[in-house]
Every structure is written in C-alpha cells, then in structure tokens.
Nanobody, 123 residues
C-alpha cells in the first residue's frame, strides 16, 4: 500500500497551494481520508478529514475557512486546497487513510500514511 503526496512548495503569505495524494496498490474509496502536518519540534497535528462519501468533513480551527479537503474516488486521490496561506502553515503535510469509512481527527484511527510533502510559506 502506498500513498504518494505531491503539490508542496514555497509560496508567499496569502498565496495558494493544492496538495494531492494518490493511493496505489489498493483502493481507498471506502475509507475516510485525512491530512495532517508536522512542524519542526512539534507533534503531528490534524488538519482536515473527509469520509468515504464526501458528505462529512471537518477541519482544524486554524485552517477553517482557508483550506478545503476533497476526494475523487475514481482517481483514488484526496486533495487539500490551501488558500490565504500563512507562515504558520509551514510544515510537512501528510495524507492518511483511515481504518474505517468515517472521517476522523484522531491519528490513531489512521492505518496508512503517505511520505509527506513540504509546504513553506514566506512572510
């Protein structure tokens, strides 16, 4: 099982990036999916999650109104649209697939993890 994240990079504050995470070797159309991030010296933290049918999403308070999670089950891909980026959003972003179909903010609910993609926001 492999989750391949892409789309990270360097952007100025106020800019946008779109992260993608494509799964290979198996389908995750029946799994909840999520994005997490880790900054230097901190624990991995929840960013956004979506359930298998895309009718339930939730976000960390720090990204609400700026980030949007979506998925394309036909493409086995989950996306994170990040707008109005702030320097505090600088982190390595990880996608993950949950054990069940529901969305979840809990790291322990996720079984499969991508390798991470670096997002750097300059002020």
């Amino acid at each position: 099982v492999q989750l391949q994240a892409s789309g990270g990079g360097l952007v100025q504050a106020g800019g946008s990036l779109r992260l993608s995470c494509r799964a290979s070797r198996r389908t995750f159309s029946n799994n909840g999916l999520g994005w997490f991030r880790r900054t230097s010296g901190k624990e991995r933290e929840f960013v956004a999650t979506i359930n298998w049918r895309s009718d339930s999403t939730s976000y960390a308070d720090s990204v609400k109104g700026r980030f949007t999670i979506s998925r394309d089950n036909a493409e086995n891909t989950v996306y994170l649209q990040m707008n109005n980026l702030e320097p505090e959003d600088t982190a390595i972003y990880y996608c993950a697939a949950a054990r069940g179909a529901s969305s979840s903010q809990r790291i322990a609910d996720y079984r499969y993890w991508g390798q991470g993609t670096q997002v750097t926001v300059s002020s």
